[in-house]
């Protein structure tokens, strides 16, 4: 069984900044990528930012120069730095990861989301 949990959402005030943690637990054979996803009141789920196991990045072009995404592969954990916030960051942000277990093959597996509120 694996387990994605996310920590580190809150309230800020615009201009302020953010870090998300994220770990992936359990019965981990290979995690390929893992990344962040937001979901604003009314909006579809959108990538934030991820990164491979080989350090690869991608962002969003509204949060590039804002945003950095970090791995720490030895933890199995997944970092969202978030700098210079803005009120329409404001989402529920999602953990995903994508990996093989030792009885499964590559899926995706998410945790439950954190609230990062921007507002003054």
């Known amino acids: 069984q694996v387990q994605i949990v996310e920590s580190g959402g809150g309230l800020v005030q615009p201009g302020g900044s953010l870090t998300l943690s994220c770990v992936a637990r359990?019965?981990?054979?290979?995690?390929?990528?893992m990344g962040w996803y937001r979901q604003a009141p009314g909006k579809q789920r959108e990538l934030v930012a991820s990164?491979?196991?080989?350090?690869?990045?991608n962002y969003t072009t509204s949060v590039k120069g804002r945003f950095t995404i970090s791995r720490d592969n030895s933890i199995d954990t997944v970092y969202l730095q978030m700098n210079s916030l803005k009120p329409e960051d404001t989402a529920v942000y999602y953990c995903?990861?994508?990996?093989?277990?030792?009885?499964?093959?590559?899926?995706?597996?998410w945790g439950q989301g954190t609230q990062v509120t921007v507002s003054s």
């Open positions: 995903n990861a994508l990996l093989s277990t030792i009885v499964a093959r590559q899926s995706d597996y």
């Open positions: 359990g019965s981990i054979f290979t995690i390929y990528a």
């Open positions: 990164i491979t196991n080989g350090g690869t990045t």
